[in-house]
């Protein structure tokens, strides 16, 4: 089986031949390496979706897995598989950075609780992915260590923060990855590159190693190239954890077994919510079209699809833009060069409270900082009740638009970004500009319901790839991994490759 | 204008002449549950710097908070015993502000909704009255490390170069418990101030819930002080003295800072608002942070941590579980065991009420079980060197040794020596008796043995006593006891003596 | 606009212990206004709604009061910028305890 085969086979089927041991995890693992190799640099042109790469580590991990299998014991149904890790998640093994340099080389003592059940469950972790700074950002141009590049186009964003997660899933660098979502860091790049995302309900897995950005709406969730296998790593990764107390007790939703119903291409009897809201100005004609599409294509597959107006969504993107900073500047307090990470300043001279903000100053890019102050503002005593306090009661509305839309409706719908990934550097230095690519994201996030986004073809006006969005009530992800799956088969391949050649990268080494 | 008066040159009798003094105490507890209160490392005082944290208590990035269950029933409980209702839905906030000695740069804390709240004490006076002290509210949160500084003349922050930190305290549970505004006490303000620490520390020891030690500063107080003049209705300029380590301290500090505002007032300054520091070689306090303008702690609800609401049921469990009030207590046991009032104050003095009450429920009776804990043992404890509770002896060993005196296995004088064998660690009394060999020689023809060996080797003593000088037969019984190594029972020895010479 | 002046930019730097440029003060001064401009939308949500902080539909969760091992500490102390006598080191601290 050749390398190039390898990388563009989907998690289940890797996982397939590596436990039928048609082919060996070592050689799967050894291929993506290669692709990686072959792709991922430089860093100024490359797809640069890693900023850690861990070839030994993966290879015994690869070759543990073989023994495991040769033995008759896989760890789990995803055993052998290479997976990679948004560096914002702690790894004993390799640093974790939140791509800041205020935690550049930094070895955390511990695993994050996925970290620890993917180890355990056998997958083979290759590296560590590029993100926005400590998740901020919707494009991955605030890493301290440069941007990721989309692999349709690398003269584009693969959208944030978890950029480099789902550019390197795209990019046939890993079968499979994890990303964090705070107001759409997993569902937004998965759009804008084409792949799957899924944002499950709030607390159904564990934030413990998660560096924190905004400790109420985080959540870590997968990044795949399929359906089912978005829904096999959630399983893996999903399920309450005593490390985490807001993890909840519940049973983790059947989202496999539903992935698995889904493919069979029943929609008969589901009742679809078009949110109406997520329309009309700012959305780029090609991505409604693609929209359009899919809400036939759903039609045809028996559901029943239907409008629903959300209207205290249009409060969701101000709501979050005063949670999240408010939550991440107290969340980033600690990084004050006393314990870890970076030291600016410290020559004798400065006392322990300016070598802090030497640090920070030093050690934070600009919208972090930025964040950081509007949070510090928003909940200072003069403005809390009006900015913070208020937030909060969005939240409450936009609960209550969710409750009543799904008392009518199964799941929702909308487009998962209102445009396609735009050009590197575009809107860099107009920070209000940039938040619009999360605004039909970041209402699930407020709620904690799940959501998910899934490839919906091409633009016709850029030939970029299109999310289709998939929300669905809290703990119920299941059913947006049933819709999605029969929309996934339904639609067929695209006319464009499973994963771009890239060639121009491989030839200019 | 501002004037410094250094010494505090009024009494509390003439301040109260002018102002009526108003206090507020905030009592700050360390809970002495195993684990701090977020994480599973040791709560302990005095390890090794540094050995008892992990991620979550150095606030390393991706840890969170897991709230310690034990931590929750102990607020419940000294709410309870504070008179406080239980609020039915509260949380945890965070107060952010940055200082090296606090990990996260902000304290996990309650602030809103403290899980206790609208509560009182009645504190027992000197003169045998209560004085009713309000509790506004009692809420959890966490400690922060400690700071060691380096360079400076005598350790202080002042001059230092640079600094030292140790985290195993950043993270241990506290409790802060917060008065009402306390007015109208007048003269009696310190006597109040340290008669309501006094009364809280016993009420919490009598929980169980923290070491209470102010001196290792499980328990720690601070106190507000200002002065409203009379027949007026504002409240005055406050202070807030800090570091008032003793409960003589807390008495002293009120006093001076009373005596210190009269002073300021009256020389026509006005008091600043600030943090004051208590030192106690001098007894007075010395200006520190001046609280210039309203500190911006941004609070808000923490969101790593689930709401807390108590049940009804598990709110009433805990409520059956409290222990008698500390003095309903003494006043029910000095009752029972017929103490006169010199008694009863010179077993609390000396710690030992606990422990006698513990070897009178572990069968000894109040009277031998009080002697044991008021002589003998306090003299070993004086010589050793370290308290009553920290003698290498329980309240159940003692009760044992008592019994075997009663049932007439040991003498007094042996029982005292069990005694040291069991303070050397040498086990059980029981183990000392069959170890030393103690028990009283009750061996019929073993003593008889004996005695015919003392009475053979002095013929002429025998000779004097068969001829009727039964005082003679001293001189046996002492060489018998000599022999026995004074585990026979003198009595018993002299009838044989007397026997074995008819 | 929302009438945050550069002086109130300056102050939350210093509040956030951030040791901003005068020329980052100019950027952000204008680009935190507008934010905040906009943000500020949520101020027409009556304040009669209730407020929503969390969305975890669980209460009482607690841990058991049980010792877990704790970091080693060498390894607690391999990471900070400096340690000595097994603490970590820093700059002098200026002001008071809290």
């Known amino acids: ?509 | 204008m501002t004037v410094t008066v250094d010494a505090a040159p009024y009494t509390v009798e003439e301040v109260c002449e002018r102002f009526d003094p108003v206090m507020g105490l905030e009592v700050h507890v360390e809970l002495n549950t195993a684990t701090k209160m977020f994480c599973g490392c040791a709560n302990a005082f005095g390890a090794e710097p540094n050995t008892n944290i992990c991620p979550v208590c150095l606030g390393l990035p991706g840890s969170l908070p897991r709230l310690n269950g034990t931590a929750v029933e102990s607020a419940i409980k000294i709410g309870l015993a504070l008179n406080c209702r239980v609020r039915e839905r509260s949380g945890f906030a965070r107060k952010n502000y940055f200082y090296p000695d606090m990990p996260k740069n902000f304290q996990i804390s309650q602030y809103e909704d403290p899980i206790v709240f609208d509560g009182y004490l009645d504190v027992p006076l000197d003169d045998g009255t209560t004085w009713r002290v309000e509790i506004e509210r009692a809420h959890m949160e966490e400690d922060t490390g400690k700071s060691l500084h380096i360079g400076g003349a005598t350790g202080r922050i002042h001059g230092a170069d640079h600094s030292l930190l140790d985290y195993n305290r950043a993270g241990v549970p506290l409790i802060e418990i917060v008065t009402r505004p306390i007015v109208g006490a007048g003269v009696r303000a310190p006597e109040v101030a340290r008669a309501y620490v006094t009364a809280l520390r016993d009420v919490l020891r009598g929980l169980g819930v923290s070491d209470v030690r102010m001196d290792q500063g499980s328990m720690r107080c601070d106190a507000n002080v200002s002065l409203k003049p009379k027949g007026t209705s504002e409240f005055g300029t406050r202070t807030e003295t800090k570091n008032v380590n003793s409960l003589r301290s807390v008495e002293r500090a009120v006093r001076y800072e009373m005596g210190r505002h009269a002073g300021v007032l009256l020389s026509g300054g006005t008091v600043t608002q600030e943090t004051r520091h208590f030192d106690e070689q001098s007894g007075t306090t010395s200006a520190g942070r001046p609280k210039e303008t309203f500190a911006d702690y941004r609070f808000f609800p923490e969101p790593d941590l689930p709401p807390l609401e108590p049940s009804r049921d598990w709110v009433e469990t805990l409520r059956a579980g409290l222990p008698e009030r500390p003095w309903e207590r003494r006043a029910r046991i000095q009752t029972e065991w017929g103490l006169s009032d010199e008694e009863l104050r010179d077993l609390v003095n000396a710690d030992a009420l606990d422990l006698v009450a513990d070897t009178v429920d572990a069968g000894a009776p109040p009277e031998s079980a009080r002697s044991w804990w008021v002589s003998y043992l306090a003299q070993q404890a004086n010589t050793a060197g370290v308290t009553l509770p920290e003698l290498a002896i329980t309240p159940a060993q003692v009760a044992r040794v008592v019994a075997l005196v009663a049932e007439g296995t040991l003498t007094n004088k042996l029982a005292r020596q069990v005694v040291d064998g069991v303070l050397a660690g040498e086990g059980e009394p029981d183990e000392v008796v069959a170890g030393r060999g103690l028990a009283v020689v009750s061996d019929e023809s073993a003593l008889t043995t004996a005695v015919d060996e003392a009475l053979a080797a002095q013929p002429d003593i025998a000779e004097k006593i068969r001829a009727g000088k039964t005082k003679a037969a001293g001189a046996i019984v002492g060489a018998v006891m000599k022999a026995t190594r004074g585990q026979a029972d003198a009595a018993r020895v002299q009838e044989l003596v007397l026997e074995r010479c008819r | 606009m929302s009438d945050i002046t550069r002086d109130d930019v300056a102050h939350l730097a210093r509040l956030a212990r951030l040791a901003v440029s005068d020329a980052e003060l100019d950027m952000f001064s204008g680009q935190i206004d507008a934010i905040v401009d906009t943000v500020s939308r949520v101020g027409e949500i009556p304040d009669d709604v209730p407020p929503t902080a969390q969305v975890v539909p669980q209460t009482n969760v607690l841990r058991p009061d049980a010792t877990e091992p704790s970091l080693r500490r060498d390894v607690a102390l391999a990471e900070a910028p400096a340690a000595e006598e097994g603490r970590f080191r820093v700059p002098r601290i200026l002001g008071e305890e809290l």
Not at chain 1, 118 to 127: H, K, Q
Not at chain 1, 316 to 336: C, G, Q, T, V, W
Not at chain 1, 477 to 496: F, P, Q
Request: charged share 20%; net charge negative.
């Open chain 1, 1 to 509: 089986m050749s390398a190039s085969e390898l990388i563009s086979l989907d998690a289940a089927e890797l996982a397939r031949r590596i436990h039928a041991r048609e082919v060996s995890s070592a050689e799967v693992t050894r291929a993506h390496l290669e692709r990686i190799e072959a792709v991922d640099g430089p860093a100024e042109s490359g797809v640069h979706a890693f900023l850690h790469l861990d070839a030994e580590g993966a290879l015994a991990a690869a070759e543990a897995a073989d023994r495991a299998i040769a033995d008759g014991a896989p760890a789990s149904p995803l055993a052998g598989v290479p997976i990679a890790l948004k560096d914002n998640l702690t790894t004993t093994d390799m640093p974790t950075t939140a791509a800041s340099r205020i935690l550049e080389g930094w070895r955390p003592p511990y695993d994050a609780t996925v970290v620890a059940r993917l180890r355990a469950a056998g997958l083979v972790p290759l590296g560590k992915t590029n993100l926005d700074e400590f998740a901020m950002g919707s494009s991955t141009e605030n890493s301290a260590f440069g941007p990721s590049r989309n692999p349709w186009d690398l003269t584009r964003i693969p959208g944030g923060s978890g950029g480099g997660s789902s550019s390197a899933v795209a990019a046939g660098e890993t079968p499979l990855a994890l990303g964090s979502d705070t107001g759409g860091s997993i569902r937004q790049p998965g759009a804008v590159t084409g792949t799957v995302g899924v944002k499950p309900t709030y607390g159904t897995v564990s934030r413990y190693g998660l560096i924190a950005f905004s400790s109420s709406l985080d959540q870590i969730g997968p990044c795949a190239r399929s359906v089912l296998d978005a829904a096999l790593l959630h399983e893996v990764i999903g399920g309450q954890d005593g490390n985490d107390q807001t993890s909840v007790s519940a049973p983790l939703p059947p989202v496999v077994e539903a992935a698995q119903a889904g493919a069979r291409g029943d929609l008969a009897g589901v009742r679809i919510g078009v949110v109406s809201e997520f329309s009309g100005e700012g959305y780029q004609p090609g991505v409604l079209g693609a929209f359009t599409d899919a809400v036939r294509v759903l039609g045809e597959l028996g559901a029943e699809v239907v409008e629903v107006s959300c209207p205290s969504f249009g409060y969701a993107l101000p709501a979050y833009y005063l949670i999240a900073p408010s939550e991440a500047s107290s969340n980033l307090a600690r990084f004050d060069a006393m314990r870890y990470g970076l030291r600016v300043g410290d020559d004798g001279g400065h006392a322990a409270d300016e070598v802090m903000s030497l640090t920070r100053e030093a050690g934070f890019g600009a919208e972090v900082k930025r964040r950081i102050m509007i949070g510090t503002h928003a909940l200072s005593a003069g403005s809390y009740d009006a900015l913070y306090g208020k937030a909060q009661k969005a939240r409450t509305l936009i609960v209550r638009d969710f409750t009543a839309a799904f008392e009518t409706c199964d799941v929702l719908i909308s487009p998962t970004t209102p445009t396609t990934a735009f050009p590197i550097g575009e809107r860099a230095d107009d920070p209000l500009a940039m938040y619009l690519a999360d605004l039909c994201t970041i209402p699930s996030n407020l709620a904690g319901n799940a959501a998910l986004s899934v490839p919906c073809g091409r633009s016709a006006d850029d030939g970029l790839p299109v999310g289709l969005q998939i929300m669905a009530p809290a703990l119920a992800d299941d059913r947006a991994y049933r819709v999605a799956a029969a929309y996934e088969v339904a639609r067929g391949a695209d006319t464009a490759p499973r994963i771009p050649e890239l060639r121009a990268l491989e030839t200019t080494r």
